[in-house]
């Protein structure tokens, strides 16, 4: 008999979570308008907000800690980054930021004009806002497959070829660069092809523009290559993330999710010239160029978590955790993003509350009703954190509309995940009586999730 499927760790420490009365979460979502990121964490479960910074550390990143440099400059742990990041992505030019955003902030600073368009697969959230903040527009070009999320593709990610080229002909002269973020976040986690990576730069190349990586879970995605691409089967995740590389001139990374530390971020690349520019923002926004908003000791970590998660076994374990939920969810014939994306479920909320109108924000309000049930938090990655069209200020209703599971690194057993499945189901039962949803009530310009507050109609 074949032995079953284990994680390829074993846990050393734990912290305690705590559960709490269905009367307590009325009151703590009432006093926090409704929009879970305004919830206090001790007041949380199972905490599926967010992947990023929230995953559990290995032994060796523990012990690296206590022998970083903090040296202000040309601290050891800046080079021992810098030296696994070259080797894992070919780049060797590294800026550290403190997070993804700063890594955004720091190279759009020299690169993104008023005017300008960046076409790319959809652009994270906080991507746009340092497009839009700019006056430019990011123009999703993602494959139109991935709005149908009961269509089993396995690169859902992938960026339509013939929407990217329409872009670069009509606006040529202002677009600086293409960015491409692997995994796709906003579609779901839903990765893109090596096939797919290699005909953007063939196009870019044509076009005379340089690629952007937005690599934040781009090992992730490299386990999806070797899983589902055809001759990637022997290859290994580095080999593997190699390649993906040569098909981009840079990348902005978030270390917070695949390299799995809780804070940290950088720019890497090959033109000098983005360097040698982002050098000067760097030092205005984030801190001398060997440390850059970062701890020694934090970069230390982010190069051991990098390395580590760089392999097969830790990647395989994390994904097929992911698979487990999805799996139970489909006992329950609950809709989500199909097939399961790398570091999340998305639930398909018009799907579920059939009844709630768009206007009212479905996702938002299974978010809601997910925490009231049993105080786990996902959040609402749909028609609120779409924000509204710059130019018409009206709300965006063309994108998915979902609840996002996003499931942090090494963090929860299957059972909490058994937990998550069953509360959900619970809410799907009696999803024909939720009739109404939210209303918005005060939102910020840009990126109004956060921040966003709301009336439970
Ligand atoms: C695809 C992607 N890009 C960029 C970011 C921004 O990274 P950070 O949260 O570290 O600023 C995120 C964060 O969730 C992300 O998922």
Known sequence: MDLPFAESWKIKMIEPIRKSA???????????????????????YIDLITDSGTGAMSDRQWASLMIGD????????????????????????????????????????CLVKAGDYIPG??????????????????????????????????????????????????HNEKIPFIIITVTNNTAGGQPVSMQNLREVNKLAKKYNKPVLFDSARFAENAYFIKKREKDYADKTIKEICREMFTYADGMTMSAKKDAIVNMGGFIATNIEEWYEQAKV??????????????????MNALAVGLDENTEFENLETRIKQIEYLASRLDEFEIPYQRPAGGHA???????????????????QTLTVE??????????????????RDPVTRENRFGCNDFLRLAIPRRTYTNNHMD??????????DRRNSITRGMSIEWEAEVMRHFTVKLKRL
């Open 70 to 109: 903090e040296s202000y400059a040309g601290a050891t742990s800046f080079f021992k980054m810098k030296e696994t990041i070259n080797k894992i992505t070919g780049f060797k030019y590294v800026l550290p930021t403190h997070q993804g955003r700063a890594a955004e902030n720091v190279l759009f600073s």
């Open 370 to 387: 997910l925490y009231l049930e049993a105080g786990i938090r996902g959040c609402e990655i749909g028609y609120i954190l779409a924000d």
């Open 22 to 44: 269905r009367i307590e979460r009325e009151q703590w979502l009432k006093e926090a308008h409704y929009n879970v990121f305004q919830l206090k964490a001790e007041h949380v």
């Open 281 to 298: 923002k760097g030092i205005i926004f984030e801190g001398y160029i060997t440390y850059g908003g970062m701890n020694g000791r934090d």
């Open 419 to 428: 937990v998550v499945a069953v509360a959900l189901k619970n809410v799907f």
């Open 345 to 363: 479920i998305f639930i398909d909320a018009p799907k579920v509350l059939i009844n709630v109108p768009k206007e009212e924000f479905p996702a």
């Open 121 to 170: 697969n959809s652009q994270f959230d906080t991507t746009k806002g340092h497009i839009e903040s700019r006056k430019a527009f990011a123009i999703d070009c993602t494959i139109d497959e991935a709005l149908d999320t009961q269509l089993e593709l396995p690169f859902k990610g992938n960026v339509d070829i013939r929407k990217l080229e329409k872009i670069l002909i009509e």
